[in-house]
């Protein structure tokens, strides 16, 4: 009779311990434990975008990676300067020319070694019709950032447009040597390279 009680109070007693102390603890489910924060990729640097670029397949692919290259082209480093920036472009679209030029020359002040705002410069430049002045700002930028292909895309236009095209095909065919499926580059240089070089025999 004994022996029945002490195996009953056993029992009693097994069940009223926590399960933890029954068996041994059990891994919590994977989705139950504390992940590691996670670390954003690295930011791919300009000099890797331009690489990617120039051996993107197709011209989508080649749109998305220049995009990419204009977003970093459009910050100096300075709030002042891209926030001056920003509005001139605002001006810009409003045709307000005369406003657009004083606000980037103040932004050239501050950044004078901003190759996005000499380009920016240059387009209304081009916009009031002065070519020389335009030209002289496309300059800048390429000095400055010489993968700069919407700047030499500009200039081989106004290159174009002065009925230079001997230099102006070569202007095109630096923008092809960076971004190699910009579509309507292509094609101006598919019909002016007959013409600049010879069409072969």
């Keep these: 009779m004994r022996f029945f009680a002490c195996l009953l109070t056993l029992i009693l007693v097994s069940a009223a311990l926590p399960s933890s102390a029954q068996e041994p603890a059990r891994p919590k489910d994977t989705k139950e434990q504390v ?3 996670r670390t954003r990729p690295r930011a791919s640097t300009l000099d890797e975008l331009f690489d990617r670029l120039g051996k993107a397949q197709s011209e989508r692919e080649a749109e998305g990676i220049s995009s ?25 679209g409003k045709k307000d020319f005369p406003l657009a030029i004083e606000l980037i020359d103040r932004v050239l002040v501050l950044q004078p070694n901003w190759a996005e705002a000499w380009y920016k410069r240059a387009t209304v430049f081009y916009q009031l019709d002065d070519p020389v002045g335009a030209m002289a700002d496309l300059h800048r930028a390429i000095k400055i950032e010489p993968r700069h292909f919407n700047a030499w895309t500009g200039l081989g236009h ?6 230079d095209k001997v230099h102006a095909l070569e202007a095109y ?16 240089v598919s019909h002016l390279a007959p013409e600049v070089d010879g069409q072969d025999l």
Excluded at 158 to 163: E, F, H, K, R, V
Excluded at 173 to 188: E, W
């Design 35 to 37: 992940q590691p924060p």
């Design 68 to 92: 990419l290259i204009d977003r970093r082209f459009s910050r100096s480093g300075s709030d002042t300067a891209d926030l001056l920036l920003k509005r001139a472009a605002e001006a810009y």
């Design 158 to 163: 106004i290159l174009m447009a002065s009925d």
């Design 173 to 188: 065919r630096r923008v092809l040597a960076i971004n190699p499926q910009m579509s309507d580059v292509k094609t101006i």
